[in-house]
């Protein structure tokens, strides 16, 4: 079971598209991580949201964690083909991250 | 320096047989964490190792079990493989357990279980 549901489980879109997947949890955590991971590899750590309301941007990408630290958000602007993957949340809880199912992104060219 | 290594990359075993995964830390880290992730979820979490011994635990049968050897490396030991089992198993390692050690990851091992 997992404790964070993500939304949409898959999406499809041609480049240059903008965006938007979601995260919401049923408890709080200390902080949040999205990571991308592509086939045959491991989840690859993308951003870490701490604080309520924080916003962070990391290029076309841009996370927001909900003011009470219980959902966030991946906005991916200009969608490129090597965006492609499988991007999944996890919220951290002391020594363990407890991730939502993914949502899988394809950006067509 | 190196990432995190895994081995062997897939295998294949037949229910009731036993299982040994092998991970090898990225270079400086103390702290092991291995994850199970079945087809379309994300990784669930199994235990973790910090300085050689179980430092967590989820919610997985005691006939998943682990070690962590002194130059930090690891394996994870499942018995009386099940059909469910067939999964990509992850090990994550870090510089420490805390909340605030990034945990960086392997490429896994996928299990087949016949």
Redo the contacts between chains.
């Keep these: 079971t997992?404790l964070?549901e993500?939304s949409p489980q898959f999406l499809s879109i041609q480049e240059g598209e903008n965006l938007t997947v979601y995260c919401n949890s049923s408890s709080v955590f200390?902080?949040l991580q999205w990571y991308r991971q592509e086939p045959?590899?491991?989840?690859?750590?993308l951003v870490?949201v701490v604080t309520g309301g924080e916003v962070k941007k990391l290029k076309r990408l841009t996370f927001q964690f909900g003011d009470a630290r219980k959902d966030s958000s991946l906005h991916i602007t200009a969608a490129q083909t090597g965006d492609t993957g499988l991007y999944?949340c996890?919220g951290?809880?002391?020594?363990?991250?407890?991730?939502?199912?993914?949502t899988t992104v394809t950006v067509r060219a | 320096e190196t990432g995190v290594t895994q081995s062997p990359t897939h295998l294949i075993k037949t229910r009731g047989q036993q299982v040994t995964l092998r991970c090898s830390s990225q270079s400086g880290h103390n702290t092991v964490s291995w994850y199970q992730q079945a087809l379309g979820q994300g990784p669930q979490f199994i235990f973790q190792y910090y300085r050689e011994e179980e430092n967590g635990r989820g919610n997985f049968p005691p006939r998943f079990s682990g070690l962590q050897f002194p130059n930090y490396s690891s394996e994870l030991n499942v018995n009386a493989l099940e059909l469910d089992d067939s999964a990509l198993y992850l090990c994550a390692s870090s510089l420490g357990g805390a909340s605030t050690d990034t945990q960086y990851f392997g490429p896994g091992t996928r299990l087949t279980v016949l």
């Design positions: 997992q964070l993500q200390s902080s045959g590899e491991g989840p690859v750590l870490t999944l996890a951290v809880d002391d020594y363990k991250l407890s991730f939502g199912a993914g």
